[in-house]
């Protein structure tokens, strides 16, 4: 979840006084003022898969599903993400992230924060450090920034091929947001790893298992993913899968990649799309390798189907969010 925040709290505004110091050609813009929208540069994809429940990619309805089943999960993993543009120098952006994750376990049908690891909050600044004067100084942890716990993040280093980002605004900008994903799933998958150690009962994720091996690894974890920006299908395939009912899913395909781990995954509709756009309602689940997909999507489509009551209103994402995602966000907004 990604959070804009309309005005910068007491420790970032401090921080803030500090690099004016350092910096003193900074530009700071007005309270509630943006940079250009962050806007995805990741085309929308679609992908062929290999089927691994039968010869066909084909359409299932859940058995056994009742508005009244029962959920087999012990807890939600969630994150959350605030980025604040605060300033530039001549023009190079200077970005405070907040980024948090942390894991609310059921308890006799409420939810409490899980105690073995504390959900974790991080602060950094995202500068592009090729693109400004020497910080050194600000980088020490005996420094007014260092000891507030706000740490400097270069945006402005090479890629693997060597080369560096333009000094466009838009394109630091990018660079810094991109940073921010990557510590907030970095956060993510730090408890979800936690959790599997431990193996104390299945963990419902707010997102993608495949990142981490020992997490895509293991049977208590359970990826429940929202957006569709790929679409692991194509063809004839597309039209089972947005026809997809309500209790309906389709068969279990695997989900490879080159930088990721290896996963089972299916798309599940929770929703009565009657009336919506055809994305409403519907996820897809990642879970680890198994020799048995039917009855291990089956047995997971209706505890996530449990999941939808009660509503997560007044959320606009209700349609595809668990009531325990939902309350882990508001808790890591209360404590970030």
């Given at each position: 979840m990604l959070v804009s925040s309309s005005g910068p709290d007491a420790a970032s505004r401090a921080a803030f006084r500090v690099l004016m110091k350092r910096l003193p050609g900074i530009?700071?813009?007005?309270?509630?003022?943006?940079?250009?929208?962050?806007?995805?540069?990741?085309?929308?994809?679609l992908r062929s898969v290999q089927n691994v429940e039968g010869s066909s990619f084909r359409v299932v309805k859940v058995p056994d599903f009742t508005r009244s089943s029962v959920s087999g999960f012990g807890a939600f993993l969630d994150g959350t993400?605030?980025?604040?543009?605060?300033?530039?120098?001549?023009?190079?952006?200077?970005?405070?992230?907040?980024?948090?994750?942390?894991?609310?376990?059921?308890?006799?049908?409420?939810?409490?924060?899980?105690?073995?690891?504390?959900p974790r909050v991080e602060r950094r600044i995202y500068l592009p450090l090729r693109y400004l004067?020497?910080?050194?100084?600000?980088?020490?942890e005996s420094s007014e920034i260092g000891a507030a716990n706000w740490e400097i993040v270069d945006t402005s280093t090479a890629d693997k091929n060597g080369e560096y980002p333009s000094?466009?605004?838009?394109?630091?900008?990018?660079?810094?947001r991109r940073a921010v994903d990557e510590d907030r799933d970095r956060l993510e998958d730090f408890l979800a790893e936690?959790?599997?150690?431990?193996?104390?009962?299945?963990?419902?994720?707010?997102?993608?298992?495949?990142?981490?091996?020992?997490?895509?690894?293991s049977s208590c974890a359970v990826g429940v993913i929202k957006s569709h920006r790929t679409l692991y299908f194509d063809g004839e395939a597309m039209g089972k899968v947005l026809g997809l009912k309500r209790?309906?899913?389709?068969?279990?395909f695997s989900v490879t990649s080159r930088s990721r781990s290896s996963v089972m995954s299916w798309y599940l509709r929770v929703r009565?799309?009657?009336?919506?756009?055809?994305?409403w309602g519907l996820l897809r689940i990642e879970i680890a390798e198994t020799d048995l997909p039917t009855d291990r999507a089956d047995e997971i489509s209706r505890w996530v189907m449990a999941e939808t009551t009660p509503l997560s209103l007044p959320d606009g994402r209700w349609d595809k969010m668990a009531y325990g995602v939902r309350d882990c966000e508001e808790f890591l907004r209360a404590i970030s």
């Open positions: 530009s700071p813009v007005e309270s509630g003022a943006s940079p250009e929208p962050f806007i995805s540069t990741d085309p929308p994809l993400q605030q980025m604040r543009f605060v300033g530039h120098h001549l023009g190079v952006p200077i970005v405070f992230g907040t980024v948090a994750a942390g894991v609310r376990i059921r308890v006799n049908r409420r939810l409490i924060t899980w105690g073995h690891e504390a004067p020497p910080l050194s100084e600000i980088r020490d000094q466009h605004p838009t394109v630091l900008q990018e660079r810094a936690a959790w599997c150690v431990r193996a104390e009962a299945p963990l419902f994720i707010d997102g993608g298992i495949s990142r981490s091996e020992r997490v895509a690894s209790g309906e899913r389709t068969s279990v009565d799309e009657k009336g919506h756009e055809p994305m």
